[in-house]
């Protein structure tokens, strides 16, 4: 959109054309910082994709104490000795995210608002052993959002994407008959674009920053049950420090120059206890924990100089609760609830990561046969109707102000195979 000089908080000359080679580099210097500052990145917190399998699903991802299936090198690295021979499974967690935008400067919706995040898993234990071995494939942070160019909310956030994958690679030890230990070591590579508007040279005008990195981390499991009844699980993941380069552009005055960013992705602790009154039922409750408290301010290196991007983001936890019944024939059927805490401030909040307090609510049905089995759940996630308030101003002055309603949608299938 174009504005007035009067509506620009520089002065009026630096907007006007033409611009020789010198003045264009000063004014894209300034409008660089300027949107460095106001920019908050947009695979901040709510993008911890935490539901990597439908059977944990179904149950509100309580987990951690069962870990009783592949995806166990996700939840919990110790619960694969429970797996005897060579198994695999895969699962695909299809969710569609919706956010619905009031305030001041007008209405806006979402445009990408359907997504799939794939996870495959791998275990082996030789018959009579008590080490067991995994390899698994899963996005544990991520996720994408885009939101119109018409939208008021265009100089704040465009589309915004990041994958984070990680390369698992697992051992565990059956301790005791009763107590198994694990840990892994993972690969992590992050691929990252995001984009927003200027709103100062017309409707076309862009900022963007394309990156990648990766790291290495480690994640620790372990898995007591002090009797048939009970068990406990504890999971440990590190964290991660990632070092982004690649290139950022400001449309129309630069159009790409090298730029890096370290970014830090948290820790989490997942315990749990599981209770199983008969063989037919299992309960279980889950306090999982990310440290989002360590992500503070990031320093984004660049030719046109260095400029730190504040953040203070805040830890959240996730309360979870499952049950499970056990047919005789092999079915199952899971009921479970959820509830995540919003990681984003009204301080440093940004519309590219619609984050809010969400109840999930989910409902699933699997089947355990001697090779082959089966899970589908669903899942809906109500994040109620936030409203931001004191968010930061972008370089017209326009904040994302407003109230939000926020939901999610989600189906998750999950296959696995016994060799």
Not at 80 to 107: E, F, K, P, R
Not at 117 to 136: D, E, H, I, R
Not at 366 to 386: C, H, K, M, S, V
Request: with cysteine; glycine share 10%.
């Amino acid at each position: 959109m174009l504005i007035s000089p009067s509506a620009f908080p520089f002065p009026a000359s630096m907007m006007s054309p033409p611009c020789t080679p010198l003045s264009r580099r000063k004014t894209a210097g300034v409008v660089l910082l300027a949107v460095a500052v106001s920019w908050s990145l947009a695979f901040g917190s709510g993008t911890r994709v935490g539901f990597k399998d439908a059977f944990a699903t179904a149950r509100g991802n309580a987990f951690v104490a069962t870990a009783d299936n592949p995806s166990a090198l996700y939840y919990n690295p110790a619960g694969i000795t429970q797996l005897d021979g060579l198994q695999m499974a895969g699962n695909l967690y299809h969710l569609a995210v919706s956010s619905d935008y009031a305030g001041t400067g007008g209405t806006a919706s979402l445009v990408k608002d359907r997504q799939n995040v794939p996870s495959l898993y791998f275990t082996w234990k030789p018959a009579n052993g008590s080490v067991a071995y995994g390899f698994a494939v899963y996005a544990p942070f991520g996720l994408a959002t885009e939101w119109p160019n018409t939208s008021p909310l265009r100089t704040h956030a465009l589309k915004n994407e990041q994958t984070y994958l990680t390369y698992n690679f697992t051992a565990a030890w059956q301790v005791a008959p009763n107590v198994s230990v694990g840990g892994s070591v993972t690969y992590n590579r992050i691929d990252t674009d995001l984009r927003r508007a200027l709103g100062i040279f017309g409707p076309t005008d862009l900022f963007r920053f394309e990156g990648n990195g990766h790291d290495f981390g480690f994640n620790l499991g372990l898995l007591w049950k002090p009797t048939e009844r009970h068990s406990l699980g504890l999971s440990y993941s590190h964290r991660t420090s990632v070092n982004l380069t690649g290139t950022s552009s400001t449309i129309p005055l630069v159009p790409s120059e090298p730029a890096s960013a370290r970014f830090e992705f948290p820790e989490v602790l997942i315990v749990g206890w599981s209770f199983r009154p008969t063989p037919a039922w299992n309960f279980e409750v889950n306090l999982d924990w990310t440290n989002w408290n360590r992500l503070n301010t990031v320093t984004v290196q660049k030719a046109s100089g260095a400029t730190p991007l504040p953040f203070h983001w805040k830890s959240g936890l996730f309360y979870e609760f499952g049950a499970t019944h056990y047919f005789t024939n092999g079915w199952n059927m899971s009921a479970g609830y959820c509830f995540t805490e919003n990681s984003t401030p009204d301080a440093t909040y940004t519309p590219a990561v619609p984050d809010s307090d969400r109840h999930f609510y989910s409902l699933g049905v699997g089947y355990r046969g001697e090779r082959i089995t089966a899970d589908l759940a669903w899942q809906y996630a109500d994040g109620g109707t936030r409203r931001v308030v004191g968010s930061p101003a972008s370089l017209i002055g326009a904040t994302a102000d407003g109230s939000y309603r926020n939901t999610i949608n989600s189906l998750s299938l999950s296959l696995g195979y016994k060799f």
